[in-house]
């Protein structure tokens, strides 16, 4: 029974699904638009959301968090210098996911984008 798993495995460890999320949204970070399965965007939006608020408080505290949490320098740099400041005027909701077409060939997974809203 699944009573009380609130959050997705994907057939992953731990460390590779914490890996996971940090490549996405490194990925995600840096080129504000990325594609993948739906399932592996909807886990990522409240990682990235979480960056997103803590960049915005933009002290040193908020930086080292983001650091620990997504360990690349030129993400977070991005992140704090251009990213932070296009969101200061809304609470939350700073991504959209765009459902695509399933993948037919393959396996007929159901693909999406994630991207900044503004």
Same mark, same amino acid.
């Given at each position: 029974m699944r009573h009380r798993v609130k959050k997705k495995h994907f057939s992953r460890t731990a460390e590779q699904r914490v890996a996971?999320? =940090?490549?996405? #949204? =490194? /990925?995600? $970070?840096?080129? %504000?638009?990325? +594609? /993948? /399965? %739906? #399932?592996?965007?909807?886990?990522?939006?409240?990682?990235?959301?979480?960056? $997103?608020t803590l960049a915005k408080k933009g002290?040193? #505290?908020s930086r080292r968090r983001a650091l620990s949490l997504l360990p690349d320098k030129e993400a977070i740099r991005k992140?704090?210098? +251009?990213l932070a400041p296009r969101f200061e005027? =809304?609470?939350? !909701?700073?991504?959209? $996911?765009?459902k695509l077409p399933n =993948?037919?060939? !393959?396996? /007929?997974? +159901?693909? #999406? $984008?994630? +991207?900044?809203? %503004?």
């Open positions: 996971l999320m =940090r490549s996405l #949204a =490194r /990925s995600l $970070i840096l080129f %504000e638009k990325i +594609e /993948s /399965s %739906e #399932a592996k965007l909807k886990a990522l939006r409240p990682f990235v959301e979480r960056l $997103i002290d040193l #505290a992140l704090f210098t +251009e005027g =809304r609470n939350g !909701g700073y991504t959209r $996911i765009v =993948r037919k060939p !393959g396996d /007929s997974t +159901e693909l #999406a $984008i994630i +991207e900044f809203v %503004e």
